[in-house]
């Protein structure tokens, strides 16, 4: 079993930047996606970015040009790095990651941007 564990969050006004971090518990073996979601109140939870072993990347549309996704294998460790943060990109943040045979997900991480 891998348990994600993310930081990184907290509150920030509006044009500011967070990063946040997701490290598994242990070395992830085989290829993988490795991702973060987040979900706003009253809301679905939707894909932030994505990034595969291979270094491919995956974003929504809301955050191209703002967000930057990374991964560190030796770490164990993926990052989101945020910036020119607005009001709409307030949620709980989690970290997900898919192997060929499990899907794991963090507890998430609370970020409210201010007006």
């Known amino acids: 079993q891998v348990q994600l564990l993310e930081s990184g969050g907290g509150l920030v006004q509006a044009g500011g930047s967070l990063r946040l971090s997701c490290t598994a518990s242990r070395s992830i073996i085989g290829a993988s996606v490795r991702g973060w979601y987040r979900q706003a109140p009253g809301k679905q939870r939707e894909l932030v970015a994505s990034?595969?072993?291979?270094?491919?990347?995956n974003y929504a549309d809301s955050v191209k040009g703002r967000f930057t996704i990374s991964r560190d294998s030796a770490a164990n460790t993926v990052y989101l790095q945020m910036n020119s943060l607005k009001p709409e990109d307030t949620a709980v943040y989690y970290c997900?990651?898919?192997?060929?045979?499990?899907?794991?997900w963090g507890r998430g991480t609370q970020v409210t941007v201010s007006s």
């Open positions: 997900k990651t898919s192997t060929l045979h499990n899907i794991y």
């Open positions: 990034i595969t072993t291979e270094g491919a990347t």
